[in-house]
């Protein structure tokens, strides 16, 4: 803890543990509500790892019965739920509730109690699930956690197919953790537009704010309507409701509309704040302003709006006329120019610098390359006629682990790495970073390239086990291989957030030599964060600073 | 090889889905190779050495010209997959119809297929029989696409791509198979705890060989004799289920089990058709298939030997 943080709460240096908690527990401040985000996400990634490692030793050979198929369907159930709802979405709000007023040079955001209830609301989605394990179990033993899938296709959420409570618990968990996203959507927003500092027009803001901004506008958009859905769905299991009860003249595919509205929004949701992240760390580790900030700025925009018409891509084989499969194939594939657009960017931004490789920087060159290929992957599935085939098979769970695995955590880690020193004042140890990221570099291509090829072979997933000689074997082999190497990885990263946390060496306030706001301020940063409120006048406050010869708004 | 790899395609749809996958294929490995080796030479070249030099590069902040055409250049590859994509969707969704066209009424349950042949009043199930189609003189089989509980999806690679069987939301798919022999697929739409056991079998057959098939499951059984198995079976919670014709057996649930001996395998896939695997499907479902609807009948041996002794007899 920091001097100044004591001296504002006037306590004692050492404090009881149980005073402590209650700080932490009872706190508005955007950077404990970001860290407690972040904690609970990590959390949630040990549990959802182990879901993934029981699936992939399952499937490490034909006819392999290390666990039932109830088992292997609740742990894919749960893994994807987990995953997306108590990893990929905390962490990103975690990230943008620390780093948004910060950067923006504000003492908060627009409503600290509002986030402090969006934070607890979503943890309470977390605990929801995982209560499952032992609250799940209905009549006639059926199933302790959900076993529906994490997009949930009616009628298999319906009474009828799934007894018991699971699926209430899944409902109530997203329904819950979705009142938290909205939440936090508007805090950020408000924040946003509301907070900022003097000088900083919108077009000032750093691109990480950007993201975020658009990021939380589709939040809005696509989580309402998930939410609508649970509603519906527990009404239909509670109040002899039909809207997806298909004996009844109820609609199967309107809940496929209703979740892929929110779902695909849901990828640009996650990636727009990957993208920040990396728009952040390849400027200042190439020592170059971003290339095209304002495109960069407009190809978010336009992902934003693209990325809310393109979600029947995932019903391609549901029997749609030809006519509505046409379009979405136009609007899908309209979404790879923007997102081309950011990656030439970013390889522009890089031209004629001077690129230092320490560990964030690893983490999003990495991420360019696996970016591309999964962009790629994304170009043909959004073929709908490639999607007939490939559509619901390995390559499509190859293709969007290569972007949440390749593209978003790898960014993940190196905004880890990045701002850990400003909110811890210790720096990650750098050896730890390079081993950290070259295990899970090679786990992660071990797993994900390979698992291309059993898709292409006409392997489904969410399947339990398989028959020999279908050509699958040798493939699934390498894929499990992979989860150890990726395994490690993550432990030691878990252990050099930890060792780096007690033993690190200081940081200071600027360890990478950058330019936004939060490097100005102390690390960790005080409760107020900034003594007096900053004036800027460029998109690179720090770099006018540093240059006084040579200022950026010369320029702009 | 696989058996299922959709690169090997043996019908009409799959064909026109592995012709444009080559075309998306090709254009995507370009972009990639173009853009891959631009990535690793900005990350070799412009490393920095071991020098510190303290200076900053010259900041650039952008470039209209090359925004537009890497703009540009996208927006024509998009049109050009868009173009391509466009014309399969439109040929495999808008098949020609053909007055010698056979129709089958798939219909999904957990976790097996029945086929309805409404103009050859033929049930049967798991396991498809088509005739084989020639270029000249065309005989597509047309499919119906229903379900009787949850959302299936109905997947042979070799033959056509994936679509889904929804309850109350019925769908069609096309196949006109040029190669005659057995092709394998599987459900491709998570249904419930045995979605991976609900095997697809499809026989492509010559005209003969279909008409001889054909022939055989309009055959209605002899009467005769009850034999013991017979008395069981009609007489246990079997007929609930299964529909063996022109007996009081006459359940929808299960598959119709009139010509069973027919099929070369039980349990939609799961286990060979033979006299082990039968009796120990009735004895033990869940050692084959955990999960699966069939209940364990609860048997004693002698009447486990009779039942399975009369299936034997169902051809």
Known sequence: MSANTIAISELPASRPFTLRLHQWVTTVDHKRLGILYILFALTFLIAGGIEATIMRLQLVRPHNDLVSPEVFNR?????????????????????????????????????????????????????FLYFSFVGGS???????????????????????????HSTD????????????????????????????????????????????????GLVILAVSPLSAAQIMLLIDRYLGGHFFDTQAGGSAVIWMHFFWIFGHPEVYVLVLPAFAFASEIIPVFSRKAIFGYPVMVLATIAIGFIGMSVWAHHMFTVGMSAGANTFFVLSTMAIAVPTGIKIFNWVATMW?????????????????????????TGVTLAVAPLDWQLGNSYYVVAHFHYV???????????????????????????????????????????????????????????????????????WNLIVTVGVAFQAVGILIFAWNLIWSYLRGTASGNDPWDAWTLEWSTSSPPPVYNYAAIPVVQSRRPLWDLKHPEDPDWRYE | MSPTNIF??????????????????????????????????????????????????????????????????????VLALFLAAARVIASVQAPPQRPGALEVIVTGHQFWWEYRYPSLNIVTANELHVPLSDLRHPTPTFLTLLSADTDHSFWVPRLAGKTDLIPNHPNHMWIDPHEPGLFLGQCAQYCGTQHAKMLLRVYVQPADEFEKWVHQQQQRPQAGTVSAGQRVFESTACVNCHTVSDTPAKGRFGPDLSHLMSRATIASGAAPNTSQMLRLWIKNPDAIKPGSKMPAMGLNDQDLDAVTAYLETLR
């Open chain 1, 75 to 127: 742990m894919f159930t749960m893994h994807g739920t987990t995953m997306i709802f108590f990893v990929a979405m905390p962490l990103v709000f975690g990230f943008a509730n620390y780093l948004v007023p910060l950067m923006i040079g504000a003492r908060d955001m627009a409503f600290p109690r509002l986030n402090a209830f969006s934070f607890w609301m979503s943890a309470l989605g977390g605990l």
């Open chain 1, 138 to 164: 209905g009549l006639y033993g059926a199933g302790s956690t959900p076993d529906v899938g994490w997009f949930a296709y009616a009628p298999l959420t319906s009474k009828t197919f799934s007894v018991g």
């Open chain 1, 169 to 216: 618990y899944w409902t109530l968990s997203l329904l819950s953790s979705g009142i938290g996203s909205i939440g936090t959507a508007i805090n950020i927003i408000a924040t946003i537009l509301c907070m900022r500092c003097p000088g900083m027009t919108l077009g000032k803001m750093p691109l990480l704010v950007w993201l975020n901004l658009v990021m939380a």
């Open chain 1, 352 to 376: 004629g610098g001077k690129l230092r490789f320490d560990s964030p920087m690893l983490f999003c060159v990495a991420f360019l390359f696996q970016f591309l290929v999964a962009g790629l």
């Open chain 1, 404 to 474: 949440i695995v390749g593209g978003i955590l790898f960014t993940i880690f190196g905004a880890f790495y990045y701002w850990f020193p400003k909110a811890t004042g210790k720096m990650c140890s750098e050896k730890l970073g390079k081993l950290h990221f070259w295990l899970f570099f090679i786990g992660f291509h071990l797993t994900f390239d390979f698992m291309h090829i059993p898709g292409i072979l006409g392997m489904p997933r969410r399947i339990y086990t398989y028959e020999p000689g279908r050509g699958w074997d040798i």
């Open chain 2, 8 to 77: 090997t395609p043996a019908s009409t749809p799959a064909d026109s889905i592995f012709g444009l996958s080559i075309f998306v294929l090709l254009n995507v490995a370009a972009i990639f190779v173009i853009v891959f080796a631009l990535l690793t030479y900005v990350v070799v070249r412009f490393r920095s050495g071991r020098s510190e030099d303290p200076k900053e590069p010259v900041q650039v902040y952008g470039s209209t010209q090359v925004e537009v055409a890497w703009t540009v250049i996208p927006v024509l590859i």
